[in-house]
């Protein structure tokens, strides 16, 4: 009998704190999302791409007065 009156008194001891909500009716509307925040943005993939090209000019063909 008192395990009984233990178990009972240690159910009903442990409240949960009550947690108030906001509830609405449903309507259809638009939503609009600003976001403003600071940082860098960064590729996943990084290609670097460059002009030069490693190699020898053997032969440069041009004629006199030509630019």
Request: no cysteine.
């Amino acid at each position: 009998m008192v395990l009984v009156a233990l178990t009972l008194v240690a159910i009903f001891s442990k409240k949960e704190p009550v947690i108030t909500v906001q509830t609405e009716k449903v309507t259809r509307r638009s939503l609009t999302e600003l976001v403003v925040a600071n940082g860098k943005i960064q590729p996943v993939t990084q290609v670097v791409i460059s002009p030069e090209v490693a190699g020898e000019i053997i032969a440069l063909r041009s004629r006199k007065g030509i630019a």
